[in-house]
C-alpha cells in the first residue's frame, strides 16, 4: 500500500501536471500583465483602485498555490522545487510582493509586478526554449561582442583621423566617432555621413551649423572605402554572426527540450511497465489463493 506522503505526492503532482492547471496560470499571468497596463492609466486606476488591489491580491494567492502545490508534488523533498531556476525566479517574484514596499518604493512594487509578466516564459515551453537558447548562446556572443567593439575601435580612431576636421559633429573625438558608427552600423541614415565627408561639410550636411565647418575637406574616394567596408564588415558579417551564434543555441535547446521529453516519456512507460508487473503478480497470488481454497 502507498504511504500518506506517496498519496498526497501523487495528488499534487497530478494537478502540478495537469492541463487545466498550467492553462489556469498562464491566464492568471496574462491578467497580471494587463493589471499592470492598466495602473499606468493613473486617472482610470486611482478611480478603481479598491476593484484593482482586490484583483491583484487574488493574483498574487494564486501564485502562492502554484508554489504551494508543485513544492507539495515533491513529497518529503520539498527543498527539490528550488532546482529548477524558473522556479527559483517565480518564488522570488512572489515573496517580494510580501515585502513592506510604502512610499518612494511603490515604483520598486510596480516593477516587480510588471516582472509577474515574465512567468509567462515558463508557462509556454516554446518561449523557454528560446529564451534558453539566447541564455546559451552567451559565452559565445561575448566574444563575438569583443570582435565588434574591436572593429568599432579601429574604426572610430581612423574616423577621426580621417574626417575629424571636416566632420566635427560626427567624428570630433574618439566617443563620439563611436556613436556615429553605431548609426553606420544600424544603417540610420548613414549615406549622410559619407555624403559629408565625399562633397565637405560646405557642400553637403551643414546647413545651419557652418559656424562648426570651418575645415571643409572633401574625401570622395576615402569616405566611400571607409563607409562602405564599414557597413560591409560590421553589418553583414558580424552581426550576422550574432544570428548564427542564437540559431546555434535554439538548435541546442531544441535537443536538450526533446531529450528531456524523451526521458520523461521513457520514465513513464518505464512505469506502466512496473504496474503491469505487479498486476501479472496480484492476479496470479489471486488464482493461487483461489485453488488454495478450492
Request: proline share 2%.
Amino acid at each position: 500500500m502507498l504511504s500518506f506522503v506517496e498519496k498526497y505526492k501523487t495528488f499534487f503532482k497530478k494537478i502540478a501536471d495537469s492541463n487545466w492547471f498550467k492553462n489556469t496560470i498562464t491566464i492568471v499571468i496574462l491578467l497580471a500583465g494587463i493589471l499592470v497596463g492598466i495602473e499606468t492609466y493613473t486617472h482610470f486606476a486611482h478611480e478603481h483602485h479598491t476593484i484593482l488591489h482586490i484583483f491583484d491580491q487574488l493574483i498574487l494567492y494564486i501564485f502562492v498555490i502554484e508554489i504551494a502545490v508543485k513544492m507539495l508534488s515533491e513529497g518529503n523533498k520539498p527543498w527539490n522545487y528550488f532546482k529548477d531556476g524558473w522556479n527559483v525566479f517565480d518564488f522570488i517574484i512572489v515573496a517580494a510582493a510580501f515585502m513592506p514596499f510604502g512610499g518612494s518604493s511603490v515604483a520598486i512594487l510596480r516593477l516587480l509586478r510588471l516582472l509577474r509578466v515574465l512567468k509567462l516564459v515558463k508557462a509556454l515551453p516554446k518561449l523557454q526554449m528560446l529564451v534558453g537558447a539566447l541564455l546559451k548562446s552567451i559565452p559565445s556572443m561575448g566574444y563575438v561582442s569583443i570582435l565588434l567593439m574591436l572593429l568599432f575601435y579601429i574604426y572610430a580612431v581612423a574616423g577621426v583621423f580621417f574626417f575629424g576636421d571636416n566632420d566635427p559633429i560626427h567624428f570630433k573625438d574618439l566617443q563620439t566617432s563611436m556613436l556615429s558608427l553605431f548609426r553606420v552600423v544600424t544603417l540610420e541614415d548613414w549615406t549622410d555621413l559619407m555624403y559629408i565627408n565625399m562633397f565637405g561639410c560646405e557642400n553637403y550636411g551643414y546647413d545651419g551649423n557652418m559656424s562648426i565647418c570651418v575645415n571643409s575637406k572633401a574625401s570622395p574616394l576615402l569616405s566611400a572605402g571607409f563607409f562602405v567596408s564599414f557597413v560591409m564588415i560590421g553589418t553583414m558579417i558580424i552581426l550576422n554572426l550574432f544570428i548564427g551564434v542564437i540559431m546555434t543555441g535554439m538548435d541546442e535547446a531544441r535537443v536538450e527540450m526533446e531529450a528531456e521529453e524523451y526521458s520523461e516519456s521513457k520514465g513513464l512507460t518505464h512505469d506502466i511497465e512496473t504496474l503491469e508487473q505487479k498486476l501479472d503478480e496480484m492476479q496470479k497470488l489471486l488464482q493461487k489463493f483461489k485453488s488454495q481454497n478450492t
